[in-house]
């Protein structure tokens, strides 16, 4: 499933576990070498912008939660930031019909776990923690950020402790990589001995001094200011090769830069494009630049005219100067998109149809719709001019120069597009809160998403996902429907957990996507992390940067 992207940094902060593109892994910028007066030996210093609001895992809302979670925290499965591959943590293997783990009707997922892991107090952890984490997802008292994956559960069983199978209401691929995984929203495992007793968990001192399995313990958390955390030597993966991880708040990334120069701060988490205009040039700091399953795009309303037809979606499209986009604003950091899965991805699709930038091109299609230029240029149609408003969260400073871009663009196929900024609190609010991309009150909308490692996107292009009244939780907001191509393929993409059929599936539907543009999809980021270079080890994957802290050192 995808989430869309809020954030105010660029794209460094989402509505729900912003962490998460090129054809490449990671890829390192600016390498020197050497630490600097500043380095310390074995603590890794950490300068991240926002403050968490809880240390809870079940309860995460930002990508910096998610990060500091995985910290003291496991999850089931995560992903290998080297090689991309599903990999298990707390459990032995990952599930697949071929290992027994996925049965054959595909209602059955069985998870193996490791034997003697232990929580941060000594009690031992067992699959029944696995089956009340569960429990507390869907309990409705909690304020978890989503549900996905976790609502298709029918039942847990525990048959012993180093067991749990999860018995879903109907087949639903994604579950592998979702639950307890590298979803969007991802969720670490949570101790039920310490937590069952209280019928919520948003208000309890869990939140300020966790207890996990992970490889880090929380020593303390001064609000504010820092976190620092302490090596868990019992940990499960192996004795940690750092001693001591000290999180310090620092909101301004310019006070964050100067630190990381000066050896200060080892790592600045999830910089803003922005700032990365200023590493590239910058000696003595090593950037990588890390694989996000995640695009920028311009959404299409096409329940609208003009826009419900192709020819003038297509049309945008060929105005719009994507590689210009991407040169101007993340300075080389983000990859071209034309479609929504990114190329890292098993199910990117490459065989795409393509729109490069030709103005020409983008004029021959409106004419074909019945658009011609009038005396000042701009397209009229029975004496109309072709005006469609170009809207945008007014917090995102990089969405803002994108916006501003692409107008000039469209002006020059003789597309007039006024611009209308929105708060983020009502441009994402809910269908019965009036959000403007809820409701379908826009005409074309610069916006973000993200999501997890699976590839899951029908919630955005399924005809029963249009937000409307009995189903105001439908997030797709272009409107774009298409029941016998479209939902025939995603059905197809979900039911079946064999790779190749959902790969072939994935195919048709990237395919669709680039015939039809419901959404002109402009880039995809890549995260840049900058780090001093005596950081080692440090391999993020596409969702969380944490999954191999065990293994850094300094």
């Given at each position: 499933?995808?989430?869309?992207?809020?954030?105010a940094?660029?794209?460094?902060?989402?509505?729900?576990?912003?962490?998460?593109?090129?054809?490449?892994?990671?890829t390192?910028?600016?390498?020197?070498?050497?630490?600097?007066?500043?380095t310390?030996?074995?603590?890794l210093?950490?300068a991240?912008?926002?403050a968490p609001?809880t240390?809870?895992?079940?309860?995460?809302?930002?990508?910096t939660?998610?990060?500091?979670?995985r910290?003291?925290?496991?999850t089931?499965?995560s992903v290998d930031?080297?090689?991309?591959k599903?990999?298990?943590?707390?459990?032995?293997?990952?599930?697949?019909?071929t290992?027994?783990?996925?049965?054959?009707?595909?209602?059955?997922i069985t998870?193996?776990?490791?034997?003697g892991?232990?929580?941060?107090?000594g009690?031992p952890?067992?699959?029944?923690?696995?089956?009340?984490?569960?429990?507390?997802?869907m309990?409705s008292?909690n304020?978890v950020?989503?549900?996905?994956?976790?609502?298709?559960?029918?039942s847990?069983?525990?048959p012993?402790?180093?067991?749990?199978?999860?018995?879903?209401?109907?087949?639903?691929?994604?579950?592998?990589?979702?639950?307890?995984a590298?979803?969007?929203?991802?969720?670490?495992?949570?101790?039920?001995?310490?937590?069952?007793?209280?019928?919520?968990l948003?208000k309890?001192p869990?939140?300020q001094?966790?207890?996990?399995?992970g490889a880090?313990?929380?020593?303390?958390?001064?609000?504010?200011?820092?976190i620092?955390?302490?090596?868990n030597?019992?940990y499960?993966?192996?004795k940690?090769?750092?001693?001591?991880?000290?999180?310090r708040?620092?909101?301004?990334?310019?006070?964050?830069?100067?630190?990381?120069?000066?050896h200060?701060?080892?790592?600045i988490f999830?910089?803003?494009?922005?700032?990365y205009?200023?590493?590239?040039?910058?000696?003595?700091?090593?950037?990588i630049?890390?694989?996000q399953?995640q695009?920028l795009?311009m959404q299409?309303?096409t329940?609208?005219?003009?826009?419900?037809?192709?020819?003038?979606?297509?049309?945008?499209?060929?105005?719009?100067?994507?590689?210009?986009?991407?040169?101007?604003?993340?300075?080389?950091?983000?990859?071209?998109?034309?479609?929504?899965?990114?190329?890292?991805?098993?199910?990117?699709?490459?065989?795409?149809?393509?729109?490069?930038?030709?103005?020409?091109?983008?004029?021959?299609?409106?004419?074909?719709?019945?658009w011609?230029p009038g005396?000042?240029?701009?397209m009229?149609?029975?004496?109309?001019?072709?005006?469609?408003?170009?809207?945008?969260?007014?917090?995102?400073?990089?969405?803002?120069?994108?916006?501003v871009q692409i107008?000039?663009?469209?002006k020059?196929a003789g597309?007039?597009?006024?611009?209308?900024a929105?708060?983020?609190?009502?441009?994402f609010?809910?269908y019965?809160?009036g959000g403007?991309?809820?409701?379908?009150?826009?005409?074309?909308?610069?916006?973000?998403?993200?999501?997890?490692?699976d590839?899951?996107?029908?919630?955005?292009?399924q005809?029963?996902q249009?937000?409307?009244?009995?189903h105001?939780?439908?997030?797709?907001?272009?409107?774009?429907?298409n029941?016998?191509?479209?939902?025939?393929?995603?059905?197809?993409?979900?039911?079946?957990?064999?790779?190749p059929?959902?790969?072939?599936?994935?195919?048709?539907?990237?395919?669709?996507?680039?015939?039809?543009?419901?959404?002109?999809?402009?880039w995809f980021?890549?995260?840049?992390?900058?780090?001093n270079?005596?950081?080692?080890?440090?391999?993020?994957?596409?969702?969380?940067?944490?999954?191999?802290?065990y293994?850094?050192?300094i």
């Amino acid at each position: 499933m995808r989430r869309l992207v809020i954030g105010a940094l660029a794209c460094a902060l989402s509505v729900s576990a912003c962490t998460k593109v090129g054809d490449q892994s990671a890829t390192a910028l600016s390498v020197s070498t050497g630490g600097g007066a500043g380095t310390i030996p074995g603590e890794l210093r950490v300068a991240i912008q926002r403050a968490p609001n809880t240390l809870n895992p079940i309860l995460a809302a930002n990508t910096t939660e998610g990060f500091l979670n995985r910290l003291s925290f496991d999850t089931l499965l995560s992903v290998d930031g080297r090689t991309k591959k599903t990999i298990p943590i707390l459990a032995t293997e990952v599930p697949s019909v071929t290992n027994g783990g996925i049965s054959q009707d595909g209602l059955t997922i069985t998870y193996h776990l490791h034997d003697g892991v232990k929580w941060h107090d000594g009690v031992p952890f067992s699959s029944k923690d696995v089956k009340f984490t569960w429990q507390a997802m869907m309990n409705s008292a909690n304020n978890v950020n989503a549900r996905v994956g976790y609502e298709d559960v029918q039942s847990v069983d525990t048959p012993n402790d180093t067991t749990v199978v999860f018995h879903l209401k109907h087949k639903f691929a994604p579950f592998v990589n979702t639950v307890f995984a590298e979803s969007d929203d991802p969720v670490c495992i949570i101790p039920e001995h310490l937590l069952a007793k209280y019928p919520n968990l948003n208000k309890i001192p869990f939140n300020q001094q966790p207890i996990g399995t992970g490889a880090f313990k929380v020593a303390s958390w001064v609000r504010g200011d820092h976190i620092e955390l302490v090596a868990n030597d019992d940990y499960f993966r192996g004795k940690p090769k750092l001693r001591r991880i000290f999180v310090r708040e620092i909101p301004d990334e310019n006070t964050s830069l100067n630190a990381l120069r000066t050896h200060d701060v080892d790592w600045i988490f999830e910089a803003s494009p922005q700032l990365y205009k200023q590493l590239k040039t910058l000696p003595g700091i090593t950037t990588i630049l890390n694989d996000q399953p995640q695009t920028l795009g311009m959404q299409m309303n096409t329940s609208r005219a003009p826009l419900n037809d192709v020819r003038v979606r297509r049309a945008i499209a060929y105005a719009v100067d994507k590689q210009s986009l991407v040169d101007k604003n993340t300075a080389g950091s983000a990859v071209v998109a034309w479609a929504d899965q990114p190329p890292f991805s098993w199910s990117y699709e490459p065989d795409v149809t393509k729109y490069p930038h030709d103005v020409a091109k983008a004029k021959q299609l409106l004419a074909e719709a019945g658009w011609n230029p009038g005396p000042d240029g701009m397209m009229r149609k029975n004496g109309q001019p072709l005006s469609l408003q170009l809207s945008f969260n007014v917090e995102n400073a990089t969405r803002k120069l994108v916006t501003v871009q692409i107008q000039s663009m469209l002006k020059e196929a003789g597309i007039d597009t006024p611009i209308k900024a929105y708060p983020a609190n009502l441009f994402f609010a809910t269908y019965g809160q009036g959000g403007i991309l809820t409701t379908g009150k826009y005409d074309l909308a610069v916006s973000g998403w993200i999501a997890g490692f699976d590839p899951d996107d029908h919630s955005l292009f399924q005809c029963d996902q249009i937000p409307r009244p009995g189903h105001p939780d439908g997030v797709n907001y272009t409107r774009y429907c298409n029941k016998s191509e479209m939902d025939a393929a995603q059905a197809a993409a979900l039911a079946s957990y064999d790779e190749p059929d959902r790969k072939k599936a994935y195919s048709t539907i990237q395919k669709l996507l680039a015939r039809d543009v419901p959404e002109d999809y402009l880039w995809f980021p890549r995260q840049a992390q900058p780090i001093n270079p005596a950081f080692k080890g440090f391999a993020p994957n596409p969702v969380n940067e944490a999954w191999n802290a065990y293994e850094w050192e300094i």
